[in-house]
């Protein structure tokens, strides 16, 4: 059962090149790659107050 809550499933995104400038600058500055800043960042999203009371 663990194995399944642990499964990667791919999204893809599409951004525009100054969006995705931002968005890799703020990943190197927290030292992750892209993929673990977005990661993060729609989990922060989703968890705030704001899209889940």
């Known amino acids: 059962m663990a194995a399944a ?4 499933i791919c ?3 599409r951004f525009r090149e100054n969006d995705l400038t931002i968005i ?3 990943a190197q ?3 992750l790659s892209r993929t ?7 989990l922060h ?3 705030s ?3 889940i009371p």
Request: glycine share 8%; hydrophobic share 45%.
């Open 29 to 31: 500055l927290l030292g």
């Open 11 to 13: 999204v893809s995104m």
């Open 49 to 51: 107050e704001t899209v």
């Open 36 to 42: 673990e800043f977005m990661r993060r960042a729609a």
């Open 5 to 8: 809550a642990n499964r990667k």
């Open 24 to 26: 890799d600058r703020g």
């Open 45 to 47: 999203e989703a968890l």
